[in-house]
């Protein structure tokens, strides 16, 4: 299932995304962005003015069962990999973060 939590009105600091892709309101689970079986969401907002940033899945415990047991059965493949593999794909993540920084930034600061 997958669902996309439109609202009408947003964060205006959110205009200021570079890549608005960075904000998501689905959950990554097996592979797949998916929403709550139910199509639940929660807000998530800004401590200091209250204003909603986003809405999120709110995922139930058999999707959270679901998203551990992809995670277990990932694992053997990663801890499979030689350390210089694992470095290669560690090292393309941090190259992305660093490419983000201030995306990141502005999305860690409005929901903390």
Not at 79 to 95: G, H, N, T, V
Request: no cysteine; proline share 3%.
């Amino acid at each position: 299932m997958s669902a996309h939590f439109a609202r009408t009105n947003h964060h205006e600091a959110l205009d200021r995304l570079a890549d608005r892709r960075l904000l998501r309101a689905l959950a990554y689970v097996d592979g797949h962005w998916t929403a709550s079986e139910a199509a639940a969401s929660f807000e998530v907002t800004d401590p200091a003015t209250g204003a909603t940033i986003a809405f999120v899945a709110a995922l139930d415990a058999a999707q959270t069962t679901k998203a551990i047991n992809a995670a277990s059965r990932a694992y053997p493949g990663w801890r499979a990999l030689l350390p210089q593999e694992r470095s290669k794909i560690l090292r393309k993540w941090f190259d992305l973060i660093i490419a983000a920084k201030d995306d990141l930034a502005l999305l860690m600061t409005l929901e903390q």
